[in-house]
């Protein structure tokens, strides 16, 4: 089982939908899960830490459910401009930083 | 106006040639990352530091080097010994010790494409 999987997408969505993304995690012993959003050919910069008791920004709300390993990101009343890759990251008790692959959001006018 | 700066945006290297990636910050952070993204994969760590004159491999350090000498800079040699070196270097960096890198937000710059002639 790869240490941080998620949905290999593309999501093609219309403009007011709302995008659930999932990220499963192996190690169990993980400290601190982070979403970053990259755009094509741009750095990733950081959208939501994730907390065990959810946390709301907005149109986007982050979920951890450490019992079955995995983290979610919703996103309501998407926007063209949420158009993106979104990256699950994860980080264990040794400092260890693991970056899923991301999945990538297409949202249509 | 803080930041974190990486140049240059587009970088060739020929075969054997060793090339150097800049990467500085003034955000006051101690830690510093280095990572390469290939398409459709996720950020490989491949050095990095948590305060000057020192550094650590990551998960993919053969074939580069790095240095840290000054807190502000974090420099990254691609090395003739890497065969595959065509990829978006991304640097990173955050704010300090407490509770190790790992716990923290990373900051990123807008990254480096490196391309072989």
């Known amino acids: 089982r790869k240490e941080v999987e998620q949905d290999p997408g593309p999501f093609n969505v219309p403009e007011g939908a709302t995008v659930a993304f999932n990220c499963t995690y192996s190690?169990?012993?993980?400290?601190?899960f982070f979403w970053y959003r990259q755009d094509c050919r741009k750095e990733p910069k950081l959208l939501m830490s994730v907390y065990s008791s959810g946390n709301e920004d907005g149109r986007f709300t982050a979920q951890l459910n450490r019992a079955s390993q995995y983290i979610s990101l919703l996103i309501r009343d998407s926007k063209l401009s949420d158009s993106a890759t979104y990256l699950c990251?994860?980080?264990?008790?040794?400092?260890?930083?693991?970056f899923g692959k991301g999945t990538r959001l297409h949202i249509l006018p | 106006d803080g930041g974190i700066t990486q140049s240059p945006k587009y970088l060739f290297r020929k075969e054997g040639q060793n090339v150097t990636l800049s990467c500085e910050q003034n955000?006051?952070?101690?830690?510093m990352y280095w990572y390469r993204q290939d398409p459709g994969q996720g950020l490989r760590l491949i050095y990095y530091?948590?305060?000057?004159?020192?550094?650590q491999k990551g998960d993919i350090a053969e074939g580069y080097s790095v240095s840290r000498e000054k807190k502000e800079s974090f420099p990254l040699t691609v090395t003739s010994a890497q065969k595959n070196p065509t990829a978006f270097y991304l640097c990173?960096?955050?704010?300090?010790?407490?509770?190790?890198?790992?716990?923290?937000?990373?900051?990123f710059g807008p990254g480096t494409r490196l391309l072989v002639l």
């Open positions: 955000l006051n952070h101690d830690a």
């Open positions: 530091s948590q305060i000057v004159n020192d550094f």
């Open positions: 190690n169990s012993a993980s400290q601190s």
């Open positions: 990251v994860v980080t264990l008790r040794d400092d260890k930083i693991i």
């Open positions: 990173a960096s955050s704010p300090g010790l407490a509770g190790g890198p790992g716990l923290e937000t990373q900051y």
